[in-house]
Nanobody
Framework: VQLQASGGGLVQAGGYLRLSCAAS????????VGWFRQAPGKGREFVAA????????DYADSVKGRFTISRDKSKNTVYLQMNSLKPEDTANYYC?????????????WGQGTQVTVSS
């Protein structure tokens, strides 16, 4: 499955963005999908994931209550709604698809989309 992340940009602290992870291939809806991020000079960090059914989600503690992951199977797309953004959310955001929430990082990856939050 091929993934395409989009929706990044420059936003002020307290603002919001919605990232999209669009996929080609009819099997995308049978994959769990996760979002990860990597800031300059730092390692890759898990952000959120959703099961293939959409009924189970997981979040990093740093984004709980601010970010929401969801999927629209009719559009082969997974979204990451990011509210109350903070400067520390600045990073390149990637989506990945795998068999389960626990194994998304081992699956297919898309290119990143840059999110910059100004203070």
């Amino acid at each position: 499955v091929q993934l395409q992340a989009s929706g990044g940009g420059l936003v002020q602290a307290g603002g919001y963005l919605r990232l999209s992870c669009a996929a080609s291939g009819r099997t995308f809806n049978s994959y769990a999908v996760g979002w990860f991020r990597q800031a300059p000079g730092k390692g890759r960090e898990f952000v959120a994931a959703v099961s293939w059914t959409g009924s189970t989600t997981d979040y990093a503690d740093s984004v709980k209550g601010r970010f929401t992951i969801s999927r629209d199977k009719s559009k082969n797309t997974v979204y990451l709604q990011m509210n109350s953004l903070k400067p520390e959310d600045t990073a390149n955001y990637y989506c990945a698809a795998g068999s389960t929430i626990a194994t998304v990082a081992r699956g297919s990856w898309g290119q990143g989309t840059q999110v910059t939050v100004s203070s």
